[in-house]
Each structure stands twice: as C-alpha cells, then as structure tokens.
C-alpha cells in the first residue's frame, strides 16, 4: 500500500491534518487504533464536558453544532461532531488498525500495521497520549490493597459510593472527578500545589484567547492565565458550594490499607484516583532513533528536527501552542501541511 502521506490518529489532531491534506489535493490515509471515531472522546467518563462553548471548540472548516441547552457540549456531542466531520469531508480513515513500527524505507517510510505495511514520503503523528495514561510512583504502591485508578480509565463515581477516596492531581480533571466522586464518597483532593480557580465568568474560550495572547507577545511562559487553570464549570461550582473544593499537600507513601502523610500520620483509604496526565504513545516510532527519554520527539514547530518527513501534531505545547485543544490544533495543522506540500512538491512536479 502506499500514499504520499499517512496520518497515524484519527482523532481531533488527525482529522485535522486529513482536512487540510484534503484541500492541498495530496493523497493521503488516516489510521486509528479505535474501532470506532471519536479518537479519545469515547474514553471520557460519562459526564465529562468541555468547558468552552461549540463555536470555540470546533476544528478547521466547521463549526461545532450549540447544544439545545446552550450549555457546554457533553462528551457524547464532541464525539458526534467528530464522526461526522469525518464524514463530511469524507476523509478516508481505516480503523481498527495498530501500528507495530515505523521504519525509514528510501526515501520515506515503511509503516508496519497489523493491516498490512504502508509504503509513506511522509508521516504524521497524531496519536495524542490518553493510551498512555501517567501514575507517579510513590514509595509502598505495590503493597496498597485498594483500587488504584487513573483519570483515563474512570466512568462514573457509583463504585466508589461509601468509599474513602484519594483524588490526586490540580488540574481541570482532578477538580472536576472530585466534585463528581465528593458526592457519593468520603473524598481529599490531593495537589502538589493550590489549585488555581479561574473567576466564574471565565470560560475555555476567554482562556484561550488570553493565553494566545501572551504567546504571540513573547510571554508563553509567564504566569497565568494559563489551559491548566481550573474553569468554574457548573458541577464545580457545586462542589465549592458543598466546601469540598479544596486540597492536600501529597502524602509521603502508600501503605497496604492506605496512605502516610508528610507529618507521619496514618489514614485508611480504599481508592486512588490518579488524574496527573498522560505521556505521547510513540513507542512505535522507537526503530527511527527519536525518541526522548521522556517519550517525546524534539520538534522544530511539528516536524521532527532529527528526521525530515515525519510530523507530530497535537501533543501539546511542545509540537505547537494549545495544539492538544480542538481549537488550538487547527494552526498546527495548517502549518504541518504547508511543510509537507513543500517536501513533496518536487516528487510532485517531476
């Protein structure tokens, strides 16, 4: 099989690049792991939402449909968006299929599958990294007896109803699975450091703008506002109505029926909920010599500085500002395929 471009993902990132390699007239393939669309989405608890509205949380060419409550979209709805922006731009996915490696080949790449081996000028990472969930390591973990569960794998709070529960992490997954869990259990939030609470009125999309803002003025790393500050969203704001909304420094390590805080003291707990992110899933890529040691690829913008014809997009900062958001991907996106028109402009003309 062989394609001027395959795109690795066929998530929000991957959708985007497809609609862009679209209008440039390249042939290209998108591949996903997942037997269904969405990319992640799917993998959201079930009450997850975004917390920007549809029209500041849409992808390149269209705009995300408004709920009918005018609130924030739910999962479900992200994932409807999703399906059918692939199909409004029929953009040719083929799914489920894993890749096993990739490997230079001439002048581009082999991309070995479980579906067979594609023959590439050029690759795009668009993995992103829920397959790779992270869980620091604490002294005693393995000899914890209780439910250890990360962010990426939690659904609902009804198994741990009655329960003790650690959630652990200061970001907007952390505040928003303590506000849902709190009411059905005994909960700590436990965060390296207080959370930072963006002001009521401030939602996804202001954020975003401020922060753009500051990037283009050359203070991408001054402080706030930043993506990771928690927005006020509505089962937040109910949480801090309750008092639950407030944290812990960490505990020092596990025991097997609980944990040992910083002070020596002892508590008792069932369950640990590890809402402290992900890291890139690009072990495939391990046979071309990339890799960090932190699973990362050094990137100049998208493109792998090491290794010309292969792109990263959506990872994040470090592969393009917000481009781990639906709104933010689109500029990386765009910007990925110019590089890509321009490598295979002269196997074009020839």
């Given at each position: 099989m062989e394609t001027d471009v395959?795109?690795?993902?066929?998530?929000?990132?991957?959708?985007?690049?497809?609609?862009?390699?679209?209008?440039?007239?390249?042939?290209?393939?998108?591949?996903?792991?997942?037997?269904?669309?969405?990319?992640?989405?799917?993998?959201?608890?079930?009450?997850?939402?975004?917390?920007?509205?549809?029209?500041?949380?849409?992808?390149?060419?269209w705009l995300m449909p408004r709920p009918t409550d005018n609130g924030f979209p739910a999962r479900d709805a992200v994932i409807d968006y999703l399906t059918r922006y692939e199909q409004r731009y029929e953009l040719p996915v083929r799914r489920p299929v894993r890749i096993e490696v990739v490997r230079r080949s001439g002048k581009g790449f082999a991309v070995q599958t479980d579906a067979g081996t594609w023959q590439a000028r050029a690759v795009v990472c668009a993995t992103g990294s829920w397959s790779n969930p992270f869980i620091p390591a604490y002294p005693g973990q393995a000899d914890f007896a209780g439910v250890q569960l990360h962010s990426g794998q939690y659904q609902d709070a009804a198994p741990f109803s009655g329960q003790r529960v650690l959630v652990v992490g200061g970001g907007n997954s952390g505040a928003q699975l303590l506000a849902e869990v709190s009411q059905v259990a005994n909960t700590t939030w436990v965060t390296e450091?207080?959370?930072?609470?963006?002001?009521?009125?401030?939602?996804?999309?202001?954020l975003f703008t401020q922060a753009t803002q500051r990037y283009h003025a050359g203070q991408e790393t001054a402080p706030p506002p930043t993506l990771g500050d928690v927005v006020m969203v509505d089962s937040v704001k109910e949480a801090r109505s309750r008092g639950v909304l407030h944290s812990v420094r960490?505990?020092?390590?596990?025991?097997?029926?609980?944990?040992?805080?910083?002070?020596?003291?002892?508590?008792?707990?069932?369950?640990?909920?590890?809402?402290?992110?992900?890291?890139?899933?690009?072990?495939?890529?391990?046979?071309?010599?990339?890799?960090?040691?932190?699973?990362?690829?050094?990137?100049?913008?998208?493109?792998?500085?090491?290794?010309?014809?292969?792109?990263?997009?959506?990872?994040?900062?470090?592969?393009?500002?917000?481009?781990?958001?639906?709104?933010?991907?689109?500029?990386?996106?765009?910007?990925?395929?110019?590089?890509?028109?321009?490598l295979l402009a002269p196997t074009q003309s020839a």
């Amino acid at each position: 099989m062989e394609t001027d471009v395959l795109v690795i993902g066929a998530g929000q990132s991957g959708l985007a690049v497809g609609y862009y390699l679209h209008r440039a007239g390249l042939t290209f393939e998108l591949v996903d792991d997942q037997p269904v669309p969405g990319g992640a989405w799917p993998h959201g608890w079930d009450s997850l939402r975004l917390f920007s509205p549809a029209d500041a949380s849409s992808l390149p060419g269209w705009l995300m449909p408004r709920p009918t409550d005018n609130g924030f979209p739910a999962r479900d709805a992200v994932i409807d968006y999703l399906t059918r922006y692939e199909q409004r731009y029929e953009l040719p996915v083929r799914r489920p299929v894993r890749i096993e490696v990739v490997r230079r080949s001439g002048k581009g790449f082999a991309v070995q599958t479980d579906a067979g081996t594609w023959q590439a000028r050029a690759v795009v990472c668009a993995t992103g990294s829920w397959s790779n969930p992270f869980i620091p390591a604490y002294p005693g973990q393995a000899d914890f007896a209780g439910v250890q569960l990360h962010s990426g794998q939690y659904q609902d709070a009804a198994p741990f109803s009655g329960q003790r529960v650690l959630v652990v992490g200061g970001g907007n997954s952390g505040a928003q699975l303590l506000a849902e869990v709190s009411q059905v259990a005994n909960t700590t939030w436990v965060t390296e450091k207080e959370p930072r609470f963006l002001p009521d009125d401030v939602d996804g999309r202001l954020l975003f703008t401020q922060a753009t803002q500051r990037y283009h003025a050359g203070q991408e790393t001054a402080p706030p506002p930043t993506l990771g500050d928690v927005v006020m969203v509505d089962s937040v704001k109910e949480a801090r109505s309750r008092g639950v909304l407030h944290s812990v420094r960490p505990f020092a390590r596990f025991t097997r029926t609980g944990v040992v805080w910083a002070d020596g003291r002892e508590e008792a707990v069932d369950a640990v909920l590890w809402c402290t992110g992900f890291r890139p899933a690009l072990d495939f890529l391990a046979a071309l010599g990339v890799l960090q040691p932190d699973g990362r690829v050094v990137t100049t913008g998208t493109q792998a500085t090491a290794l010309p014809g292969l792109w990263l997009v959506g990872y994040g900062s470090w592969t393009g500002f917000a481009s781990a958001t639906l709104i933010g991907v689109g500029r990386s996106a765009r910007a990925t395929v110019d590089e890509i028109k321009a490598l295979l402009a002269p196997t074009q003309s020839a």
